[in-house]
């Protein structure tokens, strides 16, 4: 049940949002869809004092490429996401990923803000946005910060409240047409599947031709995105390149969660992810 006499504050400005937090002292939390903190709350496993809705700050909106990089701003929907023809053009993965989120009322309202400071294994933004090597940008009492998505994961944090502000993320724009990819899970067989495992696939340079860098992430195996060490890429054999890669994934799992029940299964389920995932970037990417 969600208690009675919780505060509803919608600051205007980044700093305002961070001071409110700041005095909360651990009792306040940035509400943005809400797709996971209402139902935390319902559940009682997040107990608020203070609600500081950060949704419409404007900041947290911009969808742009500038300098080189995507930035993408935490409060932008996964429908906003999978429908922009910049991030298609320059994280096709996470487009991909964009677009398998949820029913079309969750990707409305959740956003990739949430979805990050959530920090689920199954968080399907979280893979491919790992593929894409993106850093994210926080906002805390002492002003901005960058660092690399990977690690902003690999740190602690209680529930999705990680004591900073996510402003956004950005990601190295390479020039159109050098970057391909897409996201493929494995889940339940309903519009609402949470996924089992997933595979983010980012290759950039020519997908059959001079592939310079290829990354592969897995998602679902592991309390974070998995990236699966990968031969460097020699020659154009598109066939070879995707069953070695399924074979290094199925030995990552096999690393990542040893002894789990459903290790025998992931292991087994990843090698078709991983096919799925090359056979659609060979045909285009994205989606
Ligand atoms: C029916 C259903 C289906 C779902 N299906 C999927 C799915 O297929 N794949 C998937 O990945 N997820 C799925 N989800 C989970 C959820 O929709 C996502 O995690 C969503 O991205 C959360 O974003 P939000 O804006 O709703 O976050 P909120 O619920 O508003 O917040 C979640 C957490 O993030 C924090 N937070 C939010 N914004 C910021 C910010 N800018 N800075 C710092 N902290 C912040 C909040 O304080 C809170 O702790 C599903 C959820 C439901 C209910």
């Known amino acids: ?89 320059f994280a096709p993965a996470l487009a991909a990923a964009a ?23 199954a968080g399907d933004s979280l893979p491919a946005l790992v593929a894409h090597d993106a850093e994210i940008v926080t906002e805390g009492v002492n002003g901005a910060a960058i660092s690399s998505l990977e690690s902003f994961l690999g740190k602690k944090s209680a529930g999705g409240n990680r004591g900073v502000l996510i402003r956004e993320v950005r990601i190295p724009a390479l020039p159109g047409g050098q970057v391909k990819g897409t996201f493929v899970k494995l889940g339940r067989r309903n519009a609402l599947a949470i996924a089992r495992i997933s595979a983010a696939l980012v290759i950039k340079g020519e997908a059959e031709g001079a592939m310079k860098k290829i990354s592969l992430v897995l998602g679902a195996v592991g309390r974070q995105p998995l990236r699966v060490p990968l031969l460097e890429p020699s020659g154009s054999d598109f066939n070879a390149l995707a069953a070695a890669a399924a074979e290094l994934a199925e030995q990552a799992v096999a690393k990542s969660i040893p002894g789990r029940p459903t290790a025998p299964y992931k292991m087994r389920a990843v090698k078709g992810v991983v096919l799925e995932a090359f056979e659609r970037v060979r045909n285009g990417g994205y989606g």
């Open 99 to 121: 677009e398998d989120i949820g029913s079309p009322q969750i990707r409305a309202r959740g956003t990739m803000g949430g979805n990050i400071a959530t920090g689920s294994p």
């Open 1 to 89: 049940m969600i208690p009675e006499a919780i505060r509803y504050v919608r600051p205007d400005t980044i700093e305002a949002a961070v001071e409110v937090f700041e005095q909360s002292r651990g009792k306040g939390t940035f509400l943005a869809g809400g797709t996971d903190l209402v139902l935390e709350m319902k559940r009682g496993s997040a107990k608020p004092d203070v609600l500081i809705d950060v949704a419409r700050l404007r900041e947290l909106s911009v969808l742009e490429e500038k300098n080189g990089y995507l930035y993408l701003g935490a409060a932008l929907s996964f429908s906003r996401i999978a429908s922009s023809a910049l991030v298609r053009r």
